[in-house]
């Protein structure tokens, strides 16, 4: 961009062009966050749901402490690692939305075990994730994860009528559906904008 | 009677640093360089410009080895750049 004498059109052009510039799609590895908490919480679900019925063991049920405490330092790497050139208010937005899940989704389990009724962790913990993917979608406007963000939320009430050992099954069919599938989505989306520019669904 | 356009905004490199920065909480060099398509050179000597204003904070730091400059628009910055679209739409009618 040279430098010269501007007319007053030239001017409203140039900021008109740069604003357009900014709203481009989805940054690299867009997906990620929903991966890592996708994997993790459908792997130690699963490891619990076999491990269970393997041994007959109840204490294997802290293995569900695993979540936070593999998924949270993993989050910091991956935020760290990033190579975020630019910081837009949406970016900001979906970052807030998802400390408050993060931390409210650390506090249900806990809630659980300190509470003097039975307490439904898993529905809460399920209906907490699907609000963040749905509002995350409205946010970035990305079609797909609104409605798996929507679907979830219904789907989470199923594990009110589910019993036993087979919601924590469905809780693991949650977090592939509603998780892994948009993020790979995701990342497949900020590929494609890197490569051709294109904005994914603004 | 027509406001007088601000000098510093009134240059192609700076309005379209300051456009992207009213758009964005921060941008890095390389995005600025990027998307304005300017020289390192050029690029850097009017930041400093916007800089010394007090338009915009630069901040410089290092991520692993190498060094990392993000911008960020100052409330003075913003005001001048609302200003400066204001004395446009007075001279465009």
Redesign the interface.
């Known amino acids: 961009m040279e430098e010269k004498t501007l007319t007053e059109k030239e001017s409203i052009e140039i900021i008109s062009r740069m604003i357009q510039e900014t709203k481009e799609g989805m940054q690299e590895g867009s997906g990620n966050m929903f991966l890592l908490w996708g994997y993790l919480s459908t792997i130690v679900s699963l490891m619990i749901y076999f491990g269970y019925n393997a041994t007959g063991n109840t204490n294997i049920f802290w293995f569900w402490w695993l979540i936070p405490a593999l998924g949270w330092p993993a989050m910091v790497y991956l935020l760290k690692k990033r190579k975020r050139r630019v910081v837009t208010y949406i970016n900001r937005i979906v970052s807030y939305i998802w400390i408050v899940i993060g931390i409210c989704s650390v506090l249900v389990p806990i809630g659980s075990i300190l509470a003097p009724v039975p307490f439904p962790a898993l529905f809460v913990a399920a209906l907490l994730v699907n609000i963040g993917v749905a509002m995350t979608g409205l946010v970035i406007k990305y079609r797909l994860l609104i409605i798996s963000g929507f679907s979830g939320i219904l789907f989470s009430f199923s594990l009110l009528f589910v019993h036993g050992l087979s919601c924590i099954l469905v809780f693991a069919a949650m977090f592939v559906v509603l998780m892994i599938i948009p993020g790979h989505a995701l990342n497949a989306a900020s590929r494609k904008t890197k490569k051709y520019g294109l904005c994914s669904e603004n | 009677m027509f406001r007088e356009?601000d000098p510093l905004l009134?240059?192609?490199?700076r309005?379209?640093v300051m456009?992207?920065l009213?758009?964005?909480?921060?941008?890095?060099f390389?995005?600025l360089k990027e998307?304005?398509?300017?020289t390192a050179g050029?690029l850097s000597v009017q930041l400093d410009k916007l800089s010394e204003a007090g338009y915009i904070k630069v901040e410089k730091s290092f991520?692993g080895k190498k060094t990392h400059t993000a911008c960020q628009i100052l409330p003075a910055g913003r005001k001048a750049f609302e200003r400066?679209?204001q004395a446009?739409k007075d001279?465009?009618g």
């Open positions: 356009l009134h240059s192609q490199l309005l379209a456009a992207i009213m758009s964005v909480e921060e941008a890095d390389v995005y998307k304005t398509q300017s050029n991520v400066y679209v446009l001279y465009i």
